[in-house]
């Protein structure tokens, strides 16, 4: 192992951009090696800036995720863009993704040209989804990337065809990363896997359970914020149990009964599938208590957005 302070060790951010579902959170997870991002097939999933950190002996890479750039419709759509903005101007690599199984289009051509204007940057091209395309696509996908990059005046450091599914190149991949990072030290301890606080991660969790199976109305107009996370105190120290009060928050009476479903059901299901997928990133066992909220119109008024944590 080197130490960090050795000569050659190389520590700095990357953020990945695109549109929503280009994959940026599978990427995420895959590098990582670990669940640190939700993903879901339903666009605009990730709305906080949670880093995953990759701990190599040579480098620390931490990925910056940001919230799929797209044209905002509403108030929550402008903090989103603003906070997308703002993080690609202060990391060293911006690596857009553009999925392999779809033509590059008029949503990637505006993602580009926003990242055009953030000149310090370096900037990769992921083709992404590579598992879902047949060669000859792949092919064409790369040179309508190279193409992109001529039309926006975007020099890309590197294109690379990658599948987070499979594994495909994301070895590959992260060298590459970790070859245009600046020299430096060690920025996070070793075993930190994000920096977000854990009731941001939990709140993401409870709200991928939430998503999953729901139809397209819903994904928007979800929020969760944990209300009390901590330990229960009259337990013995080899068999702790964390308690966590979380609110679902949706915009109307209607949304609120398909979150909870015919006799509770719904939110059952949501709350077994969440609880799970916390245990195993918090290692430790949890009781998770959810209830529903309506917050009318939360999306377009700023004193609810603050309140929901935008």
Not at 89 to 109: F, H, M, Q, T
Not at 185 to 191: E, N, S, V, W
């Amino acid at each position: 192992m080197t130490s960090t302070n050795e000569q050659g060790h190389k520590s700095g951010f990357v953020s990945f951009v695109g549109r929503p579902n280009a994959g940026k959170s599978t990427l995420t997870n895959a590098l990582v090696g670990t669940k640190v991002v939700i993903t879901s097939d339903k666009p605009q999933t990730t709305r906080t800036v949670v880093r995953g950190i990759v701990h190599r002996p040579d480098a620390q890479l931490i990925l910056v995720d940001t919230p799929g750039l797209h044209r905002p419709r509403t108030l929550l759509g402008e903090r989103l863009n603003d906070l997308v903005k703002t993080t690609l101007g202060e990391v060293d690599v911006v690596a857009v993704c553009l999925p392999a199984n779809e033509k590059v289009g008029p949503g990637d051509r505006f993602i580009v040209n926003e990242m055009a204007k953030v000149k310090r940057t370096t900037k990769v091209a992921v083709a992404t989804k590579t598992d879902l395309a047949t060669p000859e696509q792949l092919g064409q996908h790369l040179l309508d990337i190279q193409r992109l990059g001529e039309e926006t005046g975007t020099d890309w450091a590197e294109i690379v065809p990658v599948s987070a599914k499979s594994g495909d190149q994301v070895a590959l991949l992260q060298d590459l990363l970790v070859g245009l990072l600046p020299e430096g030290p060690q920025l996070y301890p070793d075993g930190d896997l994000s920096d977000a606080p854990e009731e941001i991660l939990v709140a993401e969790l409870i709200r991928e359970a939430a998503l999953e199976g729901l139809r397209d109305e819903l994904p928007h107009s979800v929020a969760v914020v944990v209300e009390e996370m901590g330990l229960r105190e009259d337990r013995p120290a080899d068999k702790p149990l964390l308690d966590i009060h979380a609110n679902l928050y949706v915009e109307r009476d209607s949304q609120k009964g398909i979150m909870i479903g015919p006799k509770g059901t719904r939110l059952k299901t949501i709350g077994t599938t969440a609880r799970k997928q916390i245990e195993a990133l918090l290692g430790t066992p949890v009781y998770l208590d959810l209830h529903v909220k309506i917050a009318k119109d939360w999306q377009r008024d700023p004193r609810q957005l603050r309140k929901l944590g935008f």
